[in-house]
């Protein structure tokens, strides 16, 4: 799980802030970072990232605001997936769901780390085992596939996930690093090393995806989400401008509560969606639009 790099880095931190550090990435893709030790000494670390993985995520939206996500590891990639990072709206009740087909029951699988911030809640989906034992986590290894559910309350939205590799834990390096210690054997003040071995350390696959995101169900706030898909490559600007009058005309029948003409508005956009092409929208925004239009229209049925 990431807490093993969580307690690793600040302890690498402590070594590599004696000195400058050289870092070169080989054929494999890992980083050789070249510094000098607490003894003066030239050492060289291997940083091996956690992005040698080739994933797919398919979403799959559900009424009662079910979102299903199947993630699946290509038989290219060279680690198993581990952990899968997105932010979503701190929601005040959240319901979660797995399911693991390929391990059983009895297996270990995967669970949900949570982590409040400014944007929002960070969920993780994430093998879970214990640090002391020897045996790997369980991960969605090359050429598998699993899923993971979650319920949430709120309009679907574009989101980036990040998909990290397993790396094993570096017993080694914990070791080393855990000898940087002043006279009285207290652990030596680091300060901020160069921010490229963060950079190193987060490397990660990202991925779209449709992620619980409106907390508002109303058009405005699909209108306003639907302003940022051409820059994720989502939608075109010419999709933006056939769709505007057709979400307002949705719009002012939810304003006013008329039921029927926003069932017609419904599916006159529903009706438009399948003459456009994939060039001017993405099935993953399609996707979204027929799911957050239709939640709309039934909160006042």
Not at 59 to 68: A, C, H, K, M, P
Request: hydrophobic share 45%; aromatic share 10%.
């Amino acid at each position: 799980m990431t807490i093993c790099y969580r307690v690793l880095l600040p302890l690498l931190l402590a070594v590599f802030a004696r000195s400058a550090v050289a870092a070169t990435i080989d054929e494999q893709g890992n980083y050789h970072l070249s510094y000098i030790d607490a003894g003066g000494r030239p050492a060289e670390y291997i940083f091996v990232p956690r992005n040698k993985v080739v994933p797919s995520i398919q979403t799959v939206l559900s009424d009662g605001f079910e979102y299903t996500y199947k993630v699946s590891n290509a038989v290219s990639a060279r680690q198993g997936i581990s952990i899968i990072s997105f932010i979503v709206p701190s929601p005040a009740g959240i319901v979660f769901g797995r399911t693991n087909p390929m391990f059983g029951e009895a297996a270990p699988g995967f669970g949900f780390r949570f982590a409040n911030n400014s944007e929002g809640l960070a969920i993780d989906f994430s093998s879970i085992y214990p640090v002391d034992v020897a045996a790997p986590p369980v991960t969605i290894r090359p050429g598998q596939t699993s899923s993971f559910k979650i319920t949430v309350p709120y309009l679907a939205g574009i989101v980036e996930a990040k998909v990290f590799g397993y790396v094993p834990f570096d017993r080694c390096a914990l070791e080393a690093c855990s000898a940087v210690l002043d006279d009285q054997g207290n652990e030596i003040e680091y300060p901020d090393l160069d921010a490229q071995l963060y950079e190193y350390y987060d490397l990660n696959v990202p991925v779209l995806i449709a992620a619980p995101l409106l907390t508002g169900k109303t058009v405005a706030t699909i209108k306003s989400e639907l302003s940022r898909w051409p820059d994720l490559g989502q939608c075109s600007p010419s999709f933006i401008v056939q769709a505007t009058s057709r979400l307002d005309a949705l719009a002012s029948a939810v304003n006013f509560n008329n039921k029927a003409s926003a069932n017609a508005s419904l599916e006159e956009f529903n009706a438009f969606l399948t003459t456009v092409s994939q060039a001017d929208l993405s099935p993953l925004g399609a996707q979204i639009l027929r799911f957050d239009l239709a939640a709309v229209v039934r909160a006042f049925e």
